[in-house]
């Protein structure tokens, strides 16, 4: 058996050498590999080993041999297997608004006529099944309420909330005062344990017809695809679209003389121009063609950070429904429209200039996936491997700079704390379980579900957030790559004279009008990145440093990450009087543990400092001021000195007295909580709040936020952290 393996492994290493010689990845020669080992199962008794040899070697898989006429034909005309697969993924991080129903949908609030209608989302939280009404959360919610809604809707559906889950989906009906699902009749018991034992994030939606029309006196059921590319122009193109006809088609049986119905379908190609399609040797078109193309193009405006994208709709009168997305497509059953063709090869060429694998980079993706090995043998059973790697950077960080001796460390770092947690928190043998470590804090990560995608970062926050708008600082641009090339992109809050074809002059004319501009990484963390853009009597300025227009654009294509421009917080006056460089943020703690009663159960304010510059992050220098949740009292401020909070009563840089009541606090905790209940799957929320003269501005949603006050924690807190340790042991099985 071992040999067996071995030779097994020789073989899929010999297979490989070439790809990898190439300049491919190993994880593409081994995907390669995968799909060629299938192929030969597959199709060995439909084609000999020798044609599927040559079909594998020109880059395609069996299944498309007689797509593409690949025995006459010996020219590589069609993007192969081969190169889509190294195409993919597509796009950036993203891709993530197209995964689900309910981002989609928040994604695209502006096209509301085009989204299916969701009444609940289902989650899992705890070992039970939550029901949330989507909107805004005020109460628990039960089977009853969704048999409710069917009583007056008749008929909806319980589907997977991922657009492309293969997962069971259940039509329900009411039909004569009784419950059916599928087509069977069922009890309200039947439906609260299919809902029990769903096994994934799940919706009840409007059920979404995909009946197309009669044609010929038959009538067809059908939905339509369209290939959207948003990195080849400065606006976004269709590139080619299908229709996929169903009907049922009656014949009489062979065997026995009956009748049987039998389902059939085809896929047509149509004409972007016109809308037109052949069908049976006949012309047809699309009803409404040029609205809906208009509309389709319209949505991947919206989505214009997505690259290259697949959206399938369901035609209905003079508009249609969104039926899925997909931010990694696949192709056509049928030849592949040539300018969709052309484009998917020419991003492979491009892709090919620009990712020539090095040494090096093949060294750091082989250390990575040792790392990855590591953890999943040695490690903690349920640490992400990027939680594991920060865990050992800061024990690194700890023996380097902590004065305390090896013994004292060891004995912290086998309890999960680092060791200057020691005397900030007041650690003895006796204690220390009364502390969340910070070992068991990374090992949480992550507390909130899948939809957390929502919040971990302030591009997709924005969006998610658009009904509360007013509490988040106007947007203006998005800055990010496209095929190696910046791309400048006017955001929400854009003035709609800057909207079109203006790049970097529309930011500057922003900030000339309103002489500060904030310049955030998308996902940056703890300030880092951030630029305070401002102008001045004819002056540039980046953090208070004199810049030129070229310097300007030179930082701007230099960004590799995803940035935005966006309003420049003003602080309110008398806050402003502590300091002001920075914007002196307050960290808001909101548990949400059932969906409908969120609560506040710790707040406080970082204030910055000269060593901490342009940010308020207190591990840099800034000051640290909890506040009275009921109050908005602030007490007890300190600064951390050697890794220990002393007390600092007036700021060290203005000499400011810390203390007062934070201005609009009750208006601020309102809102947070109204907020919550609008995202009632997200249960555990770092908000990083600014407070204004005129109300407050939300900076970001923290899903995993610094513990700097672990220390002060209330006993509900720790209730709360315990309660998520003990059921994480419970699902890996821990003791």
Request: aromatic share 14%; charged share 30%.
């Amino acid at each position: 058996m071992y040999s067996m393996k071995i030779i097994e492994k020789i073989k899929r290493e010999k297979m490989m050498r070439p790809i990898l010689k190439a300049g491919f990845s190993r994880k593409m020669a081994s995907t390669w590999h995968r799909k060629i080992k299938y192929d030969y199962k597959a199709y060995s008794s439909v084609y000999d080993k020798k044609t599927l040899k040559d079909v594998h070697r020109r880059g395609y898989l069996a299944r498309h041999i007689k797509q593409y006429d690949l025995l006459t034909s010996k020219e590589n005309h069609y993007i192969s297997d081969f190169e889509y697969i190294y195409l993919s993924p597509f796009n950036n991080s993203f891709s993530k608004w197209l995964d689900d129903i309910l981002t989609t949908n928040r994604i695209l609030s502006k096209y509301g006529q085009f989204n299916r209608k969701v009444y609940f989302s289902i989650i899992e939280r705890n070992f039970s099944k939550l029901i949330f009404k989507v909107g805004h959360e005020n109460r628990p919610y039960s089977v009853d309420d969704i048999i409710e809604l069917l009583r007056e809707k008749k008929m909806l559906e319980l589907r997977p909330a991922f657009w492309l889950s293969k997962k069971r989906r259940y039509k329900l009906e009411y039909i004569d005062e009784r419950l059916h699902i599928n087509g069977y009749l069922r009890d309200y018991k039947d439906l609260e344990q299919i809902i029990r034992k769903l096994n994934a994030n799940y919706i009840i939606s409007e059920y979404v017809d995909i009946y197309y029309k009669s044609i010929n006196e038959t009538n067809y059921d059908g939905y339509m695809k369209v290939y959207i590319a948003n990195d080849i122009g400065e606006e976004s193109q269709i590139l080619a679209g299908y229709i996929n006809l169903l009907w049922n088609e009656n014949f009489k049986s062979k065997a026995n003389g009956k009748n049987i119905s039998k389902r059939k379908n085809e896929t047509l190609s149509i004409n972007i121009e016109n809308g037109e399609f052949v069908f049976s040797t006949n012309k047809y078109e699309l009803d409404n063609w040029e609205c809906v193309k208009k509309s389709l193009l319209q949505i991947g405006e919206e989505l214009k950070a997505i690259s290259f994208f697949s959206m399938s709709v369901t035609l209905q009168a003079n508009e249609f429904k969104i039926l899925s997305f997909s931010a990694n497509p696949t192709l056509p059953k049928i030849d592949i429209d040539e300018r969709l063709n052309q484009y998917l090869k020419d991003k492979f060429r491009k892709k090919r200039l620009q990712n020539h694998l090095s040494t090096s980079d093949r060294v750091e993706a082989i250390k990575t996936s040792r790392f990855h090995k590591f953890v999943k043998k040695h490690c903690r059973p349920g640490i992400r491997p990027y939680m594991q790697r920060l865990w050992f950077e800061a024990i690194k960080d700890d023996l380097k700079n902590t004065k305390k001796s090896l013994k004292t460390k060891i004995w912290a770092w086998r309890k999960g704390f680092l060791s200057y947690r020691i005397d900030q928190y007041g650690l003895t043998t006796d204690n220390y379980k009364q502390f969340l470590s910070d070992y068991d804090y990374y090992w949480l990560n992550r507390i909130n579900n899948s939809y957390q995608i929502w919040i971990n970062d302030k591009t997709t926050f924005r969006y998610v957030l658009e009904p509360f708008k007013e509490y988040i600082p106007q947007y203006y641009y998005s800055i990010y790559k496209c095929s190696g090339k910046t791309v400048i992109k006017p955001m929400q809050d854009c003035p709609e004279n800057l909207k079109t074809g203006t790049g970097i002059d529309g930011i500057i004319k922003i900030l000339k009008e309103k002489g500060k501009l904030a310049l955030k990484p998308s996902a940056g963390t703890h300030g880092d990145g951030f630029y305070c853009l401002s102008y001045d009597k004819g002056n540039l300025y980046a953090n208070d440093q004199i810049i030129d227009l070229e310097d300007l654009e030179n930082m701007i294509n230099d960004f590799h990450s995803f940035y935005l421009v966006t309003e420049f917080i003003n602080m309110n006056y008398n806050l402003k009087k502590i300091y002001d460089k920075s914007v002196n943020s307050i960290r808001v703690m909101v548990i949400n543990k059932y969906g409908y009663d969120p609560q506040i159960m710790q707040a406080y304010m970082r204030i910055g400092s000269l060593k901490s510059g342009y940010t308020d992050n207190v591990g840099y220098g800034g000051i640290c001021v909890m506040i009275n949740v009921e109050t908005g009292e602030m007490f007890n401020p300190e600064q951390i000195v050697d890794h220990k909070f002393q007390p600092c009563d007036r700021h060290p840089d203005t000499g400011t007295l810390i203390r007062g009541k934070i201005p609009n606090w009750d208006m601020m905790c309102s809102k947070l909580l109204d907020i919550c209940r609008y995202m009632p799957e997200l249960e555990y929320l770092g908000f990083d709040i600014a407070i204004t003269d005129q109300g407050f501005q939300i900076i970001e949603i923290n899903i995993h936020q610094d513990l700097h006050k672990v220390a002060t924690h209330s006993q509900e807190i720790k209730e709360y952290f315990r309660d998520k340790i003990k059921n994480k042991k419970r699902i890996y099985k821990i003791q």
